[in-house]
């Protein structure tokens, strides 16, 4: 059963200052980082506005985060932009009510994912995947911002077409605007490094403006927001069809992949220091009912934000009370405040953009994954050693080339081909005996182990099954060619599971090795392991399992 507001539940009187404080900071930074976003989803900056209140609000209702912040965020800003973008075509004028509908599709794929309690499906985009998906979308995110930053038409495509027409247009460079723009980034990267807990972007949107209409910076060619209307937004179902919202499903889905792995890491590592859990279902709730009110209001795309978040913590945020105070702020900044944006130069709000990007654009992580490598990785796996770097790196290089949704696909593929690969060709150890103790280790790690005369003994790690039974048989019937051996014992404590066909392996592998005079023991199986063995009717001695690879070697080598 569904609760609402459960962050509230024994609500302390003493939490409602630090509540109200987090919800102005969260406020400031949210403000300007809205107006942003809602440029990268191809829409007019209020948008994003219109976006926040009903999400926060709803989020707050049903999310199971004490401190997760939602609204616009740019990667989903971004892939909204590139499947609303599909679907319209050239026309312009379908783009705000496409938005708002696609945010509405999400929504409602998101409540039906928590219903079904499809929270698990989280963990199909590896850490290393999104990771990677993210570098490649902040670097296509500041390509299609500096143009801005340069006062220069810029272009459309991939992050190397964008990069190309920047380079191209740079002879007309307005030297005021990049004043303007390179002012605001570094204004912000320094406020963020010195007093992380001044908010920013609002500063530098703040001075923007002032600096703007002081000494009418738009007479002089920097180009300003212009118009940003007043009032709250209309609210209802956006003006599209069924058709359109058809259009829409498929794209819908991956947005919501990307928006729930951000927005579910973001709340599970705040959780963690707060000392409460988070629960994946609930939280796709919480997302759900926040895309539907994000949708209703004429907004956009909205996820969970790892850096308001932050800003949420550091404030001092005890509950969801402080996310509803920063909807409170942005109703009234709606009514009241949007005309100060009129004068806001475009280059500012690149500014602002590429500073909150800039941090996701983690090449350091890139490198540690490339280090997690050993020599005997590489002689096992060889290229697919490292398959978390590439993976990593197929996201990052498909969204580069192919666009945002193909590249996150890509990485996923990839992650799962390297997967299968790898679990195709499980790790093959050959044991010793160890002196002294007797118990037995691999002779590569160990150096004190020793080969038993006449006995192989092998530790597979990992399950054996259709896809890698052939390597296995291979493997085993290499090691009883290389040696003169009466025995092969398999070390089957890393075996988690078998299927039928590698029962069916087996057999014909004790029935081979057996006309050479070689018996096949196995020793140390788990329970399911046992379980399938016996009801797939394998060989009796393959159902005689040892309890130790000792008793097995010791019953090898006397025979019995």
Not at 262 to 285: F, T, W
């Amino acid at each position: 059963m569904l609760r609402l507001f459960p962050s509230l539940r024994g609500y302390g009187r003493r939490w409602l200052g630090r509540d109200a404080l987090a919800g102005m900071t969260v406020w400031a930074v949210l403000v300007p980082e809205a107006l942003a976003y809602a440029t990268i989803a191809g829409v007019s900056p209020v948008v994003g506005l219109y976006a926040a209140p009903a999400a926060l609000i709803l989020y707050a209702a049903f999310g199971s985060s004490r401190h997760l912040v939602v609204g616009p965020m740019a990667a989903t800003a971004a892939l909204s932009a590139a499947v609303v973008g599909d679907v319209v075509g050239g026309s312009r004028a379908h783009f705000p009510a496409m938005t708002a509908a696609l945010a509405l599709t999400v929504g409602i794929a998101a409540l039906l994912a928590g219903l079904l309690r499809l929270g698990f499906l989280a963990g199909f985009i590896s850490e290393p995947v999104l990771k990677g998906f993210i570098v490649g979308l902040a670097l296509t995110i500041i390509a299609g911002q500096l143009p801005k930053l340069f006062g220069v038409e810029g272009g459309s495509g991939d992050f190397f077409e964008k990069i190309w027409a920047l380079i191209k247009d740079l002879g007309g460079t307005s030297g005021l605007t990049v004043l303007v723009g390179l002012g605001s980034l570094v204004l912000i990267l320094v406020l963020k490094r010195v007093a992380p807990m001044m908010p920013g972007s609002l500063i530098a949107v703040a001075l923007g403006i002032a600096v703007a209409a002081g000494f009418g910076l738009e007479d002089h060619g920097v180009e300003v927001v212009g118009n940003v209307e007043a009032g709250l937004p209309s609210f209802g179902f956006p003006d599209v069809s069924l058709d359109d919202l058809g259009d829409l499903v498929a794209g819908s889905v991956g947005v919501l992949l990307v928006a729930f792995a951000e927005g579910l890491g973001a709340a599970r590592n705040y959780a963690a220091r707060g000392h409460y859990e988070v629960d994946a279902n609930s939280e796709l709730i919480g997302l759900g009912a926040a895309g539907l009110g994000a949708g209703l209001s004429s907004g956009m795309v909205v996820n969970g934000s790892l850096s308001k978040t932050a800003v949420n913590w550091s404030a001092g945020a005890r509950t969801q009370l402080s996310g509803v105070f920063a909807a409170v702020l942005t109703v009234i900044t709606l009514l009241f405040l949007t005309g100060l944006f009129e004068k806001l130069p475009e280059a500012v709000l690149a500014g602002v953009v590429i500073a909150a990007v800039i941090e996701l654009v983690d090449i350091p992580s890139l490198v540690s994954l490339y280090r997690v490598f050993t020599r005997r990785l590489g002689q096992a796996y060889g290229v697919a050693a490292r398959p978390d770097f590439l993976a990593a790196v197929a996201a990052m290089l498909g969204v580069l080339a192919f666009d945002t949704l193909p590249g996150l696909f890509i990485g996923i593929g990839v992650s799962l081909l390297l997967l299968l690969y790898r679990s195709s060709r499980p790790h093959i150890s050959e044991l010793g005996r160890m002196p002294g103790n007797g118990h037995f280790a691999a002779l590569d790690r160990h150096a004190g182990s020793r080969r038993v005369p006449g006995v192989v003994v092998l530790r597979v790690e990992g399950g054996i099954y259709f896809a890698n039974a052939e390597r296995i048989r291979s493997e085993v019937r290499g090691a009883v060619a290389r040696k003169e051996v009466t025995a092969v014992v398999i070390d089957a404590e890393t075996v988690p599971f078998v299927d039928v066909s590698a029962v069916r392996m087996l057999d014909d592998l004790a029935e081979e090795l057996e006309a050479l005079g070689v018996r096949l023991l196995l020793a140390r199986d788990t329970g399911l392991v046992r379980d399938v063995l016996r009801t797939a009717e394998a060989r009796a001695e393959l159902r005689r399992v040892y309890p130790t690879v000792r008793a097995a070697v010791d019953a090898a080598r006397a025979g019995t």
